[in-house]
């Protein structure tokens, strides 16, 4: 049967068991792609598919209490897999017929019937397209609402796999929690863009968002069971997404509870013994915490907690490198390099904050000030910079023995990590001094592996901060031939004054040489 001549087997059809037998042909049809591809285009042909199945019966057939089997999901989910077909045209999926039924819709998203996934995959698929396209009509029917009690906040309908999720646009559609997560944040961002316009109040709306927000971010911290693991995730997802990150940061009273309550759930991850997937859940939490708020509210409120997170940093980061030579170290998957990507980007923050002293302090007393007028350092500072050497070190170690490899035979994963790794030590160099000649002996390999990734079009760039850190040295090196050149007590040993300084600019123009090599290849 071609489709023209089911379209006028449907309109003329007596009864609504000829139209739903009519519909589950064409739903092979949809399922086998035997149509033609000019018909996902074609708007005029679609609109007559659609008014010849009728908008009612669609909207029956959803609704529907008559049961197949001692269940009513195969009516409905005919009617859902029919409907989805029509995605693209948002006029016929906003049918006023269909739009009426939106709550029969919300029933079975927020659903724990077993066997339904296709039935809830089809229901989510709409509801997402309809948050693309007329996300008001929702909120203003309570999704949000639903979605916070009844998805990410019920334990039943919860996977029980513990998984962390590092890219949320890598989730499938099948992920319903992160799916739901995503139509939150099409809502939120239309409220935002509606709220800029004056004449468009929402503040009862407001009110309502802004409730479960401090409902849920409470409930994570107060859950003690494993279930507070899935919500981090949607913490993780919250921070990590521009629209309701924005939403959360321009209202004090949400903002103020995140940056608050967020540090006690850290506490209590990273001060208890959880397991290793749950600290690296931890780890990643802290990341998008401080990619929004800095180190500043956590170093402030807790300074050996601080200490405390980069000593544990530290250790992760040599352990994970550990593992690198334990296997094939130049075929590494995606699991140890989501977790190296997130450790190299808090280490690369705390080696900003620390490169000056107190970073955040702002009323240091005297009593911080020694004799000779300079700010004492802490002890547990000193500790924790020691701490960073040392896996700065394993860093530098596991460079230089990836760099003498082949980069060719490496997989993408394998240069991924060589270049992060890279990345962090040559932030520590743009920052500090130590380890200085250690990282001077790479730069050759490391300029050489940033030809080759450049070559390849990588997404990571390594020759900025090759630059940035070749300059800092240098800027090191000419301010010591100065230092050199106008001390009165080298006046008196010309020829010591005049070998060093020799030496010096040989330096000088050996990093000028490295700075200008890697300006020509930009």
Known sequence: MNLDHLIKSLESAENDNKKFALLLI?????????????????????????????????????????????????????????????????????NPVLLTKINSI?????????????LKLDAYKYVYRLSEICPEFLYQNGLIA???????????????????????????EKNFEIVAC???????????????????????TNRKVQKEFKNFINMAVSNQTEFKFKLLNYINFFLSNDSIKNYILINSDINDLFVDQVLVILNDLFKSKVKNIIQEQGFLLLNNYVLVYDFEPLYMKDRNFFYLLIHLLC???????????????????????NKMSVYYSLLEQVIKILSTASPFDT??????????????????????IKIIVEALETISLFIKDTLANDFSQMNDHCL??????????LCWMTHESLLEDEIMELIPKMIEFSEFLACKSFELDISNFITAGLNRLLSDKNNILEFKSSNPKNKNDLVKLESESMETKEQIELIQSMIDHCSLKK
């Open 26 to 94: 064409l739903s092979e049809l949809f399922k086998s792609n035997k149509l033609d591809d000019s018909f996902k285009t074609d708007e005029n042909l679609n609109t007559r598919l659609f008014e010849g199945i009728d908008p009612h019966f669609l909207a029956r057939l959803i609704t529907t209490k008559q049961q197949v089997d001692d269940s009513p999901i195969h009516y409905k989910q005919v009617g859902l897999s029919i409907l989805t077909q029509f995605l693209d045209f948002p006029e016929l999926i906003t």
């Open 106 to 118: 919300f029933e079975i998203i927020k659903s724990d019937i077993q066997n339904c996934e296709l």
């Open 146 to 172: 639903i979605i916070f009690n009844d998805i990410l906040l019920n334990e039943k309908i919860q996977s029980q796999q513990l998984r962390i999720m590092y890219d949320f646009d890598l989730e499938g």
């Open 182 to 204: 995503k139509i939150l944040s099409n809502m939120i961002k239309d409220m935002q863009d509606k709220e800029n316009k004056e004449d468009y109040p929402l503040d009862e």
């Open 315 to 337: 250790i992760q980061i040599s352990l994970n490198l550990q593992k690198c030579y334990e296997t094939n170290e130049l075929n590494i998957d995606q699991v140890l390099t």
């Open 363 to 384: 009323d240091d007393s005297d009593e911080d000030v020694s004799e000779h007028g300079h700010k004492e350092t802490e002890p547990e500072l000193e500790k924790v």
């Open 416 to 425: 991924l990590l060589l270049a992060s790794s890279t990345r962090v030590l």
